[in-house]
């Protein structure tokens, strides 16, 4: 197994200690994120093994469960990906996430289009009680059928996405959307399910979203868990509202002092990836796997040359593109900009071609 894949798994290993101890006012959530930790050794050791047969095992994996989205958010990189390719069948979803949990994966991140929309991945991942899954949604479709849902898997968790304060988040998604989000955080506070929040970060509203003001207002809505997200110029012409390498600094360094300050967990995506030696995607840390089962280096590069329609997980995950991605890591170090792959498409396109 790589470094970097045990290096990033460590990081998973005390973020789901630090979650349990935090979420101790929601025991049902506290036991369900214990046993997912309890298990998580029994998961590297799937993953060492795995290595030793040749495959390489990321710990996470990234799921875009549907194209389907009620909302069209502008610079939605979902909706960027042009012609739609229908959907993995049900059948393959339920087989994709047993394959995933045998080989040793440990976190699936559940987006799309709008994972609330998904009831195969949504059914499947409430089978798999030993990995943690979060459920990246716009917050509009949570109706009490779905509280319920949540409230008996917590081993799944929602973050639900915002821009910004109302005006952003409505200037990006649509008039009424951050309302409907904010009722959504009232219901789930008082069922007594914890929640997280995903913010797309952009050099726009920083200002307004890397504070402690914002910070203890969503404490306050009930949240426990701060995904930042920095902002992908999907949308041609969006290129300006990028993060520069100051301004992720700035990101990182904020969401570590918040890690000290208070009893919520912070990450920042894809964050400072010096650490790991630079971009994580490709099976270093995680991979992807679009709406039609094809498996990706990460969701801003929508490039492959495997399917899960008719491909097992393990030898997706030996596919030559993700191993050239790989060899040529050395190509997709961070500078200005977000997102190395993002910045490098037409190498892909290369890579792909070849
Ligand atoms: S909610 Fe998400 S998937 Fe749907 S349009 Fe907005 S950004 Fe795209």
């Known amino acids: 197994m790589s470094v970097v894949s045990n290096l990033f798994a460590g990081e998973i290993r005390v973020s789901l200690k630090t979650a349990a101890g935090i979420l101790t006012a929601y025991p049902a959530s506290a036991a369900a994120l214990t046993k997912i930790a309890a298990a998580l050794p029994k998961a590297e050791r799937r993953r060492e093994t795995s290595a ?15 194209e389907e989205c009620n ?4 610079g939605c990189y979902a909706c960027e990906r042009g012609e739609k390719r229908g959907a993995l069948p049900s059948d393959r979803v339920y087989e994709v996430l047993d394959e995933a949990s045998e080989l ?33 949604t716009n917050g509009t479709l949570l109706d009490k059928r779905r509280l319920a849902w949540f409230a008996e898997n917590r081993h799944l968790i929602p973050l639900l996405s915002i821009d ?7 200037a990006r998604r649509g008039e009424g959307v951050y309302a409907k989000v904010s009722e959504a955080m009232s219901a789930l506070r008082s069922s007594g399910i914890p929640f997280g929040v995903s913010v797309a970060v952009t050099g726009e509203n920083m200002g307004e979203t890397l504070n ?8 306050q809505k009930g949240c426990r868990l701060f995904v930042y997200v920095e902002y992908v110029p999907a949308e041609a012409g969006t290129e300006a509202l ?3 390498k100051e301004d992720k600094r700035r990101l990182s360094d904020f969401a570590a002092q918040s890690m000290k300050e208070y009893a919520a967990l912070f990450v920042a995506f894809p964050g400072d990836e010096e ?8 099976g270093r840390g995680f991979v992807h796997i679009g709406a039609d089962g094809s498996l990706e280096p990460c969701p801003f590069a929508p490039f492959s040359d495997v399917s899960l ?46």
């Not at 909302?71 to 502008?74: P, V």
């Not at 987006?111 to 990995?131: I, R």
């Not at 910004?164 to 409505?170: I, K, L, M, R, S």
């Not at 997709?332 to 892909?348: N, T």
């Open 275 to 282: 650490p790991y030696g630079g971009c994580l995607a490709a």
């Open 104 to 136: 040793g994966v440990s976190v699936v991140l559940l987006a799309g289009g709008e994972p609330l929309l998904s009831h195969d991945w949504l059914n499947a991942m409430s089978k798999q009680d030993s990995m943690l899954g979060l459920v990246f």
């Open 242 to 244: 990028v993060l520069s």
């Open 52 to 66: 030793k047969n040749g495959a390489d095992v990321p710990p996470l994996l990234i799921v875009s469960t549907t």
């Open 309 to 354: 329609k008719n491909t097992s997980l393990k030898d997706a995950l030996n596919s030559a593109l993700l191993a050239k991605v790989r060899e040529n890591h050395h190509l997709l170090i961070e500078g200005e900009g977000g997102c190395a792959l993002w910045r490098k498409r037409e190498l892909l396109t290369e890579l792909t071609q070849e």
């Open 71 to 74: 909302l069209s958010c502008k």
């Open 212 to 219: 402690s003001g914002f910070t203890e207002e969503y404490m």
């Open 164 to 170: 910004g304060n109302a005006a952003q988040t409505d």
